[in-house]
């Protein structure tokens, strides 16, 4: 089998509103044999902001991190896809041009150039541990989920530094998730944008944006949304409560990470606890499922 | 409405982005997968028209610039190979070192809470995040149910994570930093 030791970058969510998705990735991962050692004193990527406002920074905030995973000789592995792509991006330009690699080192004071591979969980699973490895360790079929499988835009673009199957139409995802015996519903919205950017500045837009996603994941029968972005789970979460001292629930569709499925099905401990964290309870339905009892 | 035209503007994006704008035939392909467009008010053909028109001023003062998701659809689907999100990130950073205020004031606010809060933790902390933006904005009731919410349901820390060498990401910040956070 592959080498499966990595740099990790966890990414800021996952220790604070994805703390869920840390957790199952380190549980997921641990069961699986993928070894994974924190990239010592990390920084944030600097997401949208950075790269809106200012192209150099956009590129050394990832790039600080990429000099650290130089100096560590091994890949590093990403939940997140906003720092997936952040990373990739960074990579690309610096490993693109030795200009910008230049410029890099020096606002860094280290050299940025990693040639080592950026990977996202999503894809060492489905590339490198692949299906009949993860198939032996399943437990539970996960069998009563109904969900549409929600890419969102940086797991899938640009193509040329992301890592699923297809740009318009990814399979990765659906194919990992049937693996659990999850039934997936097709549907058209796999890749669209949930407007996370603009979820706290104009949340009038974004809530249009979420609903319309929610209401067509309800239209393909789906009783839940598996994603893998913490910035998608977070806006698809929060904008299904509309904010401004009111609770009217629109949709209540629980929006679960794939780590977070695929650590049900092979019986892992702590799947109750990352449950709990969820702004939208996804236990009525767990219990609904029998999938979960308490 | 005259508009001054500014006719470097197209070369400076260029120089900027590495995208020729004038290759764009306006099949409005960027348009209609947008999905933004319906909050916009020039939609994402229209910039690009507007750019080869030297539209500087009305451009750095659209919305558009700043509604923008990055989400790249435009730029997979365009049949020129004009990566559009790369242009609208050129666009916004012009306007930012020409000194015009973000038409969208509180986007605006919400990239200077991030950057801030990244350049004095190192790492983004949303309760910092959530809080530094709505003391910017002076919106301190929007989401205060939201906010309860995730009180409680363990998602907002009380202690925030830091990256241990904080004078190395001051430095990032301090020789590249053009807006001030
Ligand atoms: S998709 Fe490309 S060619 Fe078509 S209008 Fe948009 S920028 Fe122009
Ligand atoms: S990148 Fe911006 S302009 Fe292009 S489709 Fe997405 S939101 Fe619209």
Redesign the pocket.
Known sequence: MTDLTFSYFPGCSQSGSAEEFGLSTEAVCRALGIELAELPDWNCCGASSAHMTDDLLSIALPGRNLAIAREEGKDMLTVCAMCYSRMKIAQARILGDEAVAREVEEVVGADPRFRGEVRHLLDVLVNDVAFPEIRKWLRLPLAGLRAVPYYGCLLVRPPEVCCCDSVENPTDLDRLLALLGVDVRPWSFKTD?CGGSLSLSRTDIVEKMVNKLLTRAEEAGANCVVTACPMCAANLEMRQKPGKLTFKVLHKLPVLYFTELLGLAMGLSGVEEWMKSHIIDPMPLMRETKLLSH | MINAVNSKLDAELEGRTGQKVRACYQCKK?SA?????FAMDLL?HEVMKMISYGQRERLLASSTIWL????????TRCPNEID??GV?DGLRHIAIESGVEPSEREVGMMHRSFLGGIKLLGRTNEPFLIGGYKAMTGNLFDDMGLGAVMFFKRKIKILPRTVKNRRAVRRVFKRTRKMEV
């Open positions: 944008c | 960027c997968g947008c999905p933004v467009a994402p923008c998701a990055s989400c790249e659809t435009c730029t559009i999100a609208m």
